[in-house]
Nanobody
Framework: QVQLVESGGGLVQAGGSLRLSCAAS????????LGWFRQAPGKEREFVAA????????YYADSVKGRFTISRDNAKNTVYLQMNSLRPEDTAVYYC?????????????????WGQGTQVTVSS
């Protein structure tokens, strides 16, 4: 059974940092696209960042460019999201996603596997 488990969320003040992790089990995703999405209350799930199989290519939403960094450790079957200079508008449940056969990294419904999400709350 494939599982993606996020961790690292929490409450932080504006300007602070958090590092999210997403550990996969049940199969390896070392050659698959991985992504992070987020969903705030009353809003649609939105793309945050994605990374190709070897980390050579990364993609970011404009709203997080320069503040967030996605990375991966294929030996650990884990993807990370380093979030710096956090803002109240970054408050959301953050989800990791794996395996995107279409390559459309920004489309949430193109991913095959999802984690359960981790809450990130940024206070002003």
């Amino acid at each position: 059974q494939v599982q993606l488990v996020e961790s690292g969320g929490g409450l932080v003040q504006a300007g602070g940092s958090l590092r999210l992790s997403c550990a996969a089990s049940g199969r390896t995703f070392s050659n698959k696209l991985l992504g992070w999405f987020r969903q705030a209350p009353g809003k649609e799930r939105e793309f945050v960042a994605a990374i190709n199989w070897n980390g050579g290519r990364t993609y970011y939403a404009d709203s997080v460019k320069g503040r967030f960094t996605i990375s991966r450790d294929n030996a650990k079957n884990t993807v990370y999201l380093q979030m710096n200079s956090l803002r109240p508008e970054d408050t959301a449940v953050y989800y990791c996603a794996a395996e995107n056969p279409s390559g459309r990294y920004g489309q949430w419904n193109s991913y095959s596997y999802w984690g359960q999400g981790t809450q990130v709350t940024v206070s002003s």
